[in-house]
């Protein structure tokens, strides 16, 4: 109990802190005497997985339902004595995480994969505190997963990597995503994480002298131009994203600036700015290299200038620069934008409410091809995306590989189907045309209504405008056989010696 408040770096009002320790004392009773397979009392984990979630999201009724979370799974205790003794809103949050635990192994891998995103997703969209606290609990089995056997390891750390980490990586939680994905891929890829690592550290040795100097340029250079800031800290990339970023790089970590990159911690966004614009200054930057996230979010919610600059020895490094806050929503996601408050008032969810509003949308549209769940989950919430801008600079984020139709729907489903032509850059394109990165795209409209065709369906790629162009292909086309087979007959019968004409 004392270890939980201690590393939860957050005043609860007392009446607050009665309640976690009564939920604490509630599952100590309720677990007693069931061990962990690394031989420590049970109720160790739930305690460790509240003290996790605490220090990214500490509200009380969440740290509450993360300690009792596996209550009514392993014990005797019911979902109606929760609900008496801790209200109904823990009750409920225990009732979420229990439903998302039973999970159902089907015949084939695939459908098992799908089956459980599902509930997931459904479980998100519902309550996001749930996911908050499966994550966690999740995070608390990978740290102490060494006591299972390597059966059990393997099974888990795929299922951590492939599902887990994304969902976390989604919700903005920076710091959960890394741990979870490095934790995994070291039990799942032993050999390829410690070369990896190995490789990793023997290059940032090599490097470690100009990391230094740099940084202490930087933060002369900020003071004489009479810039304040937080501080500027380093950070080395995380194994798992790296040694995926080495496969795009043929093996050579030579090629790859951000192996190291500093990190500038600003007070404001306008001195985010002019910190780098004080940096391209005094150090020239790669061309192409910037990368401006606090005019275009990421979809997770994050934000962050980038750049990349030779040092005066030609060596490269990438800068961030963002603000406390910023850096703050990158570690903790949605859990930071639900909890900073603002005039005394809790800030609501702003990125992550959009996106469960998108979620709720698109799972009722793959209710009707659940085919297509898997591959449209895939493309649509996990494949790195692309912002793409209307000619009035509003921002469309759409995924890799996205064409003009695409954009055209993600604006408005009329503006797909009125859809004759694109420009992309001011410039005629094809609205097959793929998109890349911050591309500006008009669309064309035809006067009358545009005619979707099949061939449309091979270029959508987001599973919003395939269940739309498909839609109006099923309205529009149902009589295309009949009429192919009109025409035919009249083409036929017209050619046709006259005695074969029927009268
Ligand atoms: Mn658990």
């Not at 192996?259 to 780098?276: E, K, P, Q």
Request: glycine residues 6%; neutral net charge.
């Amino acid at each position: 109990m004392q270890d939980l408040f201690k590393s939860i770096p957050h005043k609860f009002p007392a009446k607050d802190k009665a309640l976690i320790e009564k939920a604490i004392e509630f599952a100590t009773k309720a677990h007693t005497g069931q061990k962990r397979k690394s031989g420590e009392d049970f109720v160790q984990h739930p305690i460790s997985a509240a003290t996790i979630l605490g220090q990214i999201f500490p509200d009380t009724a969440t740290i509450c339902a993360t300690i009792l979370h596996d209550i009514t799974e392993d014990t005797e205790t019911s979902h109606e004595n929760l609900e008496k003794e801790f209200g109904e809103e823990i009750a409920k949050l225990v009732d979420g995480v229990t439903k998302l635990g039973h999970v159902r192994l089907r015949n084939s891998k695939d459908e098992y994969y799908v089956e459980n995103l599902r509930k997931m997703f459904i479980a998100t969209s519902q309550d996001v505190r749930v996911m908050l606290i499966k994550l966690a609990d999740r995070l608390h089995n990978m740290r102490t997963l060494h006591a299972l056997s390597d059966e059990k390891q393997q099974k888990i750390a795929s299922e951590t990597l492939e599902m887990y980490a994304p969902i976390a990586g989604r919700l903005g939680i920076g710091s959960w995503k890394d741990e979870l994905e490095d934790l995994s891929f070291q039990i799942v890829s032993p050999k390829e994480y410690n070369e990896t690592k190995e490789a990793l550290q023997t290059e940032l040795a090599k490097r470690d002298k100009n990391i230094k100097e740099m940084q202490k340029e930087l933060s002369q250079i900020l003071k004489l131009e009479g810039i304040k800031f937080e501080e500027i800290t380093g950070r080395t990339k995380r194994i798992y994203s790296l040694s995926k970023k080495l496969l795009r790089y043929e093996n050579d970590i030579t090629k790859i600036y951000d192996l190291h990159a500093l990190r500038i911690i600003t007070r404001s966004t306008g001195d985010c700015y002019a910190v780098l614009g004080i940096i391209h200054k005094h150090f020239n930057p790669v061309p192409g290299r910037v990368k401006d996230f606090i005019a275009t979010p990421k979809p997770n919610g994050y934000q962050s200038i980038h750049t990349t600059v030779f040092d005066k020895s030609g060596e490269v490094f990438e800068v961030q620069i963002r603000t406390d806050l910023m850096h703050e929503t990158a570690e903790r996601g949605i859990a930071a934008h639900w909890f900073y408050e603002e005039k005394g008032k809790p800030k609501q969810l702003e990125k992550g409410q959009t996106w469960f509003a998108e979620l709720r949308a698109w799972q009722e549209e793959m209710a009707a091809h659940p085919e297509e769940f898997l591959e449209g989950l895939k493309v649509d919430f996990f494949k790195d995306r692309i912002f793409v801008l209307t000619p009035k600079g509003d921002v469309k984020d759409l995924p890799v590989g996205a064409s003009v139709i695409d954009f055209a729907f993600a604006v408005h489903s009329d503006l797909g189907y009125q859809m004759m032509g694109a420009k992309i850059g001011g410039k005629i394109a094809k609205i097959t045309d793929e998109l890349k990165q911050g591309d500006v795209v008009e669309i064309l409209k035809s006067k009358k209504a545009a005619t979707p065709s099949r061939d449309w369906l091979l270029a959508a790629k987001t599973s919003h405008a395939r269940s739309l162009i498909r839609k109006y292909l099923q309205e529009n086309d149902k009589g295309i056989f009949q009429r192919v087979r009109e025409l035919k007959l009249q083409d036929i019968s017209s050619s046709l010696p006259t005695f074969f004409r029927k009268k």
